[in-house]
C-alpha cells in the first residue's frame, strides 16, 4: 500500500468517525464510562494508525548535526600566507 493509498484509507476513516460522532450528539444520552471509553479509543486507533504513516520516528539529529559543523567550519580561520611559507620551508627538498 503506498503513503498516499494509506493517508486516504485515514482520511476516510476519521471523516466516518467525525460523522458518527455528530450524528450520535443527536441524541439525548447522559454521558457514560462508554461512551468516554468509546471516544479514548478511538483516539488512540487514530494515533496508532497515523504513527505508521512514517518508517522511523523522526530524527533531528542529523540536522544538529550538520548546523554544529557547519558553525565550526565558519569559525575556523585558516593561518596567514606567511605561516604557510614556513611551513614549506620546513618541508626537505
Known amino acids: 500500500m503506498t503513503r498516499d493509498q ?3 484509507r485515514v482520511n476516510n476513516f476519521v471523516t466516518n468517525q467525525l ?13 457514560s464510562g462508554q461512551s468516554l471509553y468509546d471516544k479514548l479509543e478511538n483516539l488512540f486507533y487514530m494515533e496508532h494508525e497515523i504513527n ?21 567550519i565558519q569559525q575556523h ?5 606567511d605561516w604557510w611559507q614556513a611551513m614549506l620551508a620546513v618541508l626537505p627538498r
Open 6 to 8: 494509506y493517508a486516504t
Open 19 to 31: 460523522t458518527a460522532a455528530s450524528s450520535s450528539t443527536s441524541e439525548a444520552e447522559p454521558p
Open 52 to 72: 505508521h504513516l512514517f518508517e522511523m520516528p523522526p530524527n533531528y539529529y542529523k540536522y544538529t548535526e550538520a548546523d554544529e559543523t557547519l558553525i565550526k
Open 77 to 81: 580561520q585558516l593561518p596567514p600566507q
